[in-house]
């Protein structure tokens, strides 16, 4: 049997220290999970984070040249740690969570936030702000037998030099764990999925011409120029 249109491979982030290849599933992101980045867009901290998706075929792997998307006016960065399963699941404990992890990298949420606006205003999905060509660069994957499983340490982003966000994971609202229980109830996980857990105050835009630098201490860092 053969198909009627050429496949595409798998999506893939490197990891490092290998020549090995880590293949991506689903991207998983976490919104409104720092609370001095729910009060900066203007939300309640009532409100429990929650979750989207971006299409895998969106990585931008390593960083790199991130072209300025169309439709929008107003593209921002968004820092946040990536988490990568390497274990899949439903219904996972978060006491068994972090066995699930096969390791971490630092990612971009790109967001098209005028269009974002746009959509929320009329109640309609954020598809369009968030899932678009390139808009979630990854840096390569460290292993957890590496790193550890990281909870606390310095989370910043640098645009042409400036420092614009610059927390730390402590301040997450839902850990890890809480955040693979909880998605874990609404979808099987499985592995090669990526978590993007959010990301901290600071948020803003780019225009083309910028350079981006970002990291977590202790996980990795990204570069990304915006052509
Ligand atoms: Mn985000």
Redesign the pocket.
């Known amino acids: 049997m053969s198909y009627v249109i050429a496949t595409e491979e798998r999506p893939a982030l490197p990891v490092r220290g290998s020549n090995d290849l880590f293949p991506v599933r689903r991207v998983y992101?976490?919104?409104r999970n720092y609370a001095a980045h729910v009060l900066e867009m203007g939300h309640d901290l009532k409100e429990p984070p929650f979750f989207f998706q971006k299409n895998p075929d969106s990585l931008l792997a390593s960083g790199g040249e991130f072209p300025y998307p169309s439709k929008t006016n107003n593209v921002h960065f968004?820092m946040?740690l990536v988490v990568a399963l390497g274990k899949g699941g439903k219904d996972i404990d978060q006491k068994n969570a972090l066995e699930h992890i096969y390791g971490y990298a630092v990612g971009l949420?790109m967001?098209r936030r005028d269009l974002q606006g746009e959509m929320k205003k009329l109640g309609r999905p954020w598809e369009i702000g968030k899932s678009f060509d390139h808009a979630a660069p990854c840096s390569e994957i460290v292993s957890a037998s590496e790193c550890g499983h990281p909870n606390k340490g310095r989370i910043w982003l640098t645009v042409n030099g400036e420092t614009r966000q610059d927390s730390d994971l402590d301040k997450m609202i839902w850990n890890i764990p809480e955040t693979i229980e909880y998605l874990s109830g609404l979808f099987t996980l499985a592995p090669g999925d990526l978590i993007?857990t959010?990301?901290p105050e600071g948020v803003g835009p780019v225009v083309a011409g910028d350079q981006m630098h970002g990291g977590v201490d202790g996980v990795g860092e990204i570069k990304i120029s915006v052509v």
Request: contains cysteine.
């Open positions: 992101c976490v919104g968004e946040e949420d967001t993007f959010g990301t």
